[in-house]
C-alpha cells in the first residue's frame, strides 16, 4: 500500500511481508491441493496492520482460530464484515476463538482500516496471495483504491484481490469448517453459529 505521507516506510513491509509469506507456509507443494474440512491447516506467518510478525502457530492449539479471506480494505462489503467480527468481538472470546482478516493489502493499508473502523483483532498482509494459495482460496489481479483518512488522501494498494471466504480452525489444528459462499454482514454471526454454545 502507498501512503502519501510515508511511502518508504510502506514499501519495507510491502517487501517483508512478500519475503516472509514466500518462506513461511507450511506446505512444500507449488500447487497444494484444495484445503478441505478435516485437512491439517497450514501454518503461516504474515505482518500484520502493526507491521509486527504474526504467526499461527502461536495460536493453533490453543483457541479456535477464524481464519477470513476477504477482498479489499476500506470497500463496503469488507468493511460490513470486519465491523460484524469486531461487534462480536467478546462473544467470540467467551467461545475461546481468535479472529483474523486476510487480504492482499499492504500493512499500512490494514492499518488505516483498522484504525478507520476500531477494529479489535488483527489483519494480515497476503499481498503476493501466498496465504490464500495455501488455503485455496481464489484470486484474481489487485489494484489500487483512493480513500480520505484523517482528512489526507491515501491510494491503498493491494497485490492481489482474495474471494470472500472463511475457515474454522480448530484446536487439533484441523480445519473444522470452510464457507465458500460467504454473506459478509452474517459471516460472524455463522460463525459464533458454528462454534456452539
Sequence with gaps: ???????????????????LSLHCISSEESEPK????????????????DGHLWKSSDWIGKKHLIVYFYPAAMTGGCTKQACAFRD????????????????GDAPA???VFQQTHQLNFDLLADYNGMIAKAFGVPMRDGGVIE???????VSLERGVTASRWTF????????????TQVNAAQDSAHVMNLLGP
Design 1 to 19: 500500500m502507498i501512503m502519501k505521507n510515508n511511502p518508504t516506510h510502506s514499501s519495507i513491509l510491502v517487501l517483508l511481508g512478500l519475503l
Design 34 to 49: 484444495p484445503l478441505a474440512v478435516g485437512d491439517p491447516a497450514p501454518t503461516f506467518t504474515a505482518i500484520d496492520q
Design 88 to 103: 462480536d468481538a467478546a462473544k467470540l472470546k467467551s467461545k475461546d476463538a481468535v479472529v483474523v482478516g486476510i487480504s
Design 109 to 111: 493499508g490494514l492499518k
Design 147 to 153: 480513500r480520505t483518512f484523517l482528512g489526507k488522501p
Design 168 to 179: 474454522i480452525i480448530g484446536k487439533d489444528g484441523k480445519v473444522t469448517h470452510k464457507n
